[in-house]
């Protein structure tokens, strides 16, 4: 139980840590491979 609570402790900064380098790699991929488009949509 203890576990679980550390993790779940830990999990709003890790994840926003994760969203945050999961966001950058996949738009740095997505310029990459579809500029055109990725600027139509932004």
């Known amino acids: ?3 679980k609570t550390s993790k ?6 890790a994840k926003s840590i994760g ?4 966001q ?3 738009s740095a991929k997505v310029k ?3 500029p055109s488009r990725r600027h139509k949509v932004a």
């Open 8 to 13: 779940q402790h830990l999990s709003p900064m």
């Open 1 to 3: 139980m203890a576990h």
């Open 24 to 26: 950058r790699l996949t």
């Open 32 to 34: 990459r491979e579809l």
């Open 19 to 22: 969203d945050f380098f999961i």
